[in-house]
């Protein structure tokens, strides 16, 4: 994470295998600068209050997405000269 661009997008998805029925919990997109421990400690802390029989034997799936946002306007470089 520390090494994604600023523009970029993450978003953290955590599950545990026990128990399927339990839906993923997770933080939304947001800017790497604002992933805060804070913050991923309290998403853990609701999948382990989300089951009463999650032990600390049992898995853990955790996803993170990056999704690379394009830089630039969209417009391309003529450096002066006409496009035809």
């Known amino acids: 994470m520390d090494n994604a661009p600023r ?5 953290l998805r ?6 399927v029925q339990d839906k993923v919990v997770g933080i939304s997109l947001r800017r790497p ?14 999948v382990i209050q989300s089951n009463a029989r999650f032990g600390l034997s049992d898995c853990l799936e955790v996803h993170l997405e990056h999704v ?17």
């Open 33 to 46: 600068d604002q992933f805060k421990h804070a913050i991923v400690r309290g998403v853990l802390g609701k």
């Open 68 to 84: 690379r946002m394009p830089a630039g306007n969209g417009r391309v470089k003529t450096n002066g000269r006409l496009l035809d």
């Open 7 to 11: 523009r970029d997008l993450l978003r």
């Open 14 to 19: 955590i599950r545990n295998t026990g128990n």
